[in-house]
């Protein structure tokens, strides 16, 4: 069966924590990631709760879109189709310019494929102490500095900068992408990915004293702001893209994960033409 897509750009204007549910490492609560490759994701369950909770609850337009939510009602499939959110932009701190944003030729290939894009990718043969970046990052002697890690730059990222600078419309921070974009290897990518992640130190107080809880002091992982997912949304019957349209044009910023009390998790969302 043909199904019409669209990718969901998810764009976090500030942290955003979705918890794995259990720590086996340093982290007390950490982020979902891909198993092999480190890489935070939003699950499609979680992603589809959040859109789902846009329309009135139990309105007929959200069972046709999302089916029913109670599970003593008779099943029917959604007419929505809710994949995960991958990252495809990941910000990390630079010696110039404040801070980079990170992707690979997997992941651009991946991105390139579920946009239905011809645009060619960089090559797949850059080296670990080499890269494509754009002219904001280099420091001199085509040197960019990424956190603590030196690299070189071979190129500027200009058929990466090309594929990805429609993702968001009218964002005036996603329009410095070419002088930010730098393109490392897959497994530079991985790494950064996995480990510039925000650690926050939080504590739990006791209502009772006012003070910190026994053994109240945990540390919470969050992907930082200014990092860019996307998610492919599918349609099992026409016209179910459309409604999502225009349900995110009245609502453009949503909150996805944890803590929206606290601010975590404030994403702008815009959707976009994907592979038929």
Partial sequence: MKTNAQLLHIFTRTPLHVGAGSSVGAIDMPIQRKRHTQIPIVPGSSLKGVLRDLWEKGSQ??????????????HVAGNLLVGEARVICFP????????????????LQRYARDAGSRDSVPPTDLQDDECLAGEGVVVQDRKVVLEEYCF??????????????????????????CKRLVVV??????????????????????????TVASGGLFNQENVPSETLFYAVI???????????????????????????????????????GGAQ
């Fill in 152 to 177: 070189t730059s071979q190129g500027k990222p200009e058929d990466a900068a090309k594929l990805l600078a429609p993702a968001l419309a009218n964002d005036e921070l996603w329009a410095t992408l």
């Fill in 234 to 272: 599918g349609e099992r019957k026409d016209g179910a893209l459309n409604k999502l349209a225009k349900k995110l044009a009245d609502h453009p910023i949503i909150q996805i994960g944890g803590d929206e009390t606290i601010g975590l998790g404030f994403c702008t969302v815009q959707l976009k």
């Fill in 61 to 74: 337009e959200q069972i046709e879109l999302f089916g029913p939510e109670s599970e003593a009602a008779e």
């Fill in 185 to 210: 290897s897959d497994g530079i990518f991985s790494h950064f990915c996995a480990a510039a992640c925000e650690v926050q130190q939080r504590i739990r107080v006791d209502d009772d004293t006012g």
């Fill in 92 to 107: 990390v701190r630079s010696a110039r310019g404040s801070f980079a944003w990170l992707t690979s030729p997997l992941a």
